[in-house]
């Protein structure tokens, strides 16, 4: 290829890349990724894209069979297209994140169709000092491309009542199915209990007034020495309501 070719495809990647750093994704900020993968990602690709420009074969020229170069000129372009083509489904389409890090039959092709792009034109031009700066750039931007993937679909945390504790029952730890999950505190304290002589059941929600314990005191607030009051044992003598 000529350089003005060479140039052609260099705009190729690097336009929409650039489009899209100022049109940012609508549906939240890209995840941030370590440092030192933007910092690698960026120094290789500029060392792909100048020695794609200026063609610098520092490992001579050869030409390579017909069919290989039929081969590479093929996933050049289909290369091309789909890259182009998931920036064009990007822009048109409300500009979401999962259409750059995901949601397509093969996973992250945004990150890998200039990777195998350049690869096959460094092959092609055997210019293999492109082949290296690509498969450099490539290893450290599929790696940062990859690190947003799973910050992305990540499962978000459950979300809890607005002021729910969570706690453990603490009358066992573990059952037949493993352990107990966990309950909103709520649920815990304010259960019914039941006399274990005569069957009185205390309801939190009622409390027993007449012996000085008001509407709405936990089971666990009530005093020691209460007693119940239909048959008079004390709270050892009860148990909670299932």
């Known amino acids: ?69 039929v081969v590479l000129s093929v996933v050049i372009v289909a290369s091309m297209a789909l890259y182009l083509a998931i920036w064009g489904v990007y822009f048109t389409t409300g500009r979401s994140l999962h259409i750059l890090y995901g949601d ?19 092959l092609n031009a055997w210019n293999l000092l492109l082949v290296g700066f690509t498969a450099l750039f490539g290893l450290f931007h599929i790696l940062k491309s990859v690190d947003i993937y799973r910050n992305i679909h990540a499962e978000p945390p459950l979300p809890l009542a607005e002021g729910a504790d969570l706690e453990y029952n603490d009358e066992k730890s573990l059952d037949e199915h493993g352990p107990k999950p966990a309950y909103p505190k709520e649920e815990i304290i304010m259960k019914k209990y039941e006399c274990d002589i005569c069957g009185y059941v205390y309801d939190p929600a009622v409390g027993d007034p007449d012996n000085g314990v008001a509407p709405g005191t936990a089971w666990e607030d009530v005093p020691a020495d209460w007693t119940c009051p239909d048959c008079g044992v004390g709270k050892d003598d009860f148990s909670p309501v299932a």
């Not at 705009?11 to 995840?31: E, S």
């Not at 093969?106 to 690869?119: E, H």
């Open 1 to 69: 290829m000529t350089i003005v070719g060479n140039i052609c495809l260099a705009l190729i990647y690097v336009v929409p890349d650039m489009a899209g750093y100022y049109f940012k994704p609508t549906d939240g900020p890209i995840p941030d990724t370590p440092l030192i993968f933007t910092i690698l990602e960026r120094l290789f690709e500029v060392g792909m894209l100048v020695t794609l420009i200026f063609n610098w074969q520092l490992f001579g020229t050869r030409t390579l069979p017909t069919p290989a170069m």
């Open 104 to 122: 397509w039959p093969f996973p992250l092709p945004l990150a890998i169709t200039p990777v195998v792009l350049f690869i096959a034109a460094g």
